[in-house]
């Protein structure tokens, strides 16, 4: 089911939010942003500006924005990122203008991203900021799960559920947690999550002019 969003005369005009999933590899995070966006076309995915070269295949503003090291350099000192970090030598942001002028327009932004850049996010702009850890069924289940993509060699995969022991202990920084027993039950969940949270009271705009005509009479 699609959920589509038309333009109406409605006095309330919500604010966009940033949604965030951050899960260990292999828990299904990827599966379940991949179903929020086809299912919502009011949710879009955040694109990164990089410092790395272009791979073949990548698209500028698609997969990413492609600025020199030097650029980046100069947005992290104007402080133009949300976020950012360095990751093998490269630098990977979220730049804040793009960011904020789709929020503005009440569309939402789904972020794929760790805890670490949660928590930057959460300290440039929490109130707009609604973050899901995905937790696995089991430990096992997670290493299968890594087994059964065939994308890693066997020492990959330890690596991965070494650093899964860290990133599980994460979960108290988070708004929900969402245990992904079954794909689809997981993309129910934060689909309601999604809906729930559209309607908080501080990201309907226009909403206490609306009770004042209420009131009024109008």
């Not at 930057?120 to 707009?128: E, P, Q």
């Not at 650093?163 to 039950?185: G, M, Q, R, T, W």
């Amino acid at each position: 089911m699609t959920i589509s969003h038309t333009t109406t005369d409605e006095p309330i005009h919500r604010r966009g939010l940033m949604l965030v999933l951050s899960s260990p590899s292999g828990a299904g995070k990827s599966s379940i942003s991949r179903r929020l966006l086809e299912s919502d076309n009011n949710l879009s995915l955040s694109i990164s500006a990089t410092s790395r070269k272009r791979r073949p295949g990548e698209v500028e503003g698609k997969d990413y924005h492609f600025v020199t090291p030097e650029d980046f350099q100069i947005m992290i000192h104007e402080n133009r990122f949300l976020e950012y970090a360095k990751v093998f030598d490269h630098y990977y942001g979220t730049p804040a203008e793009q960011v904020m002028e789709t929020l503005g327009r009440g569309s939402d932004i789904l972020f794929d991203i760790d805890w670490q850049g949660t928590q930057s996010l959460k300290a440039t702009a929490r109130d707009d900021l609604v973050s899901v850890f995905i937790l696995p069924p089991s430990y096992r289940e997670l290493e299968i799960r890594l087994k059964k993509r065939n994308q890693d060699t066997d020492q990959e995969v330890a690596k991965r559920m070494s650093k899964a022991a860290d990133e599980l202990s994460h979960f108290p920084e988070y708004d929900y947690i969402v245990i992904n027993h079954d794909l689809e039950e997981s993309v129910k969940q934060i689909h309601a999550i999604l809906m729930a949270e559209r309607r908080r009271r501080y990201r309907l705009n226009g909403l206490t002019d609306f009770v004042r005509n209420l009131q009024a009479g109008y």
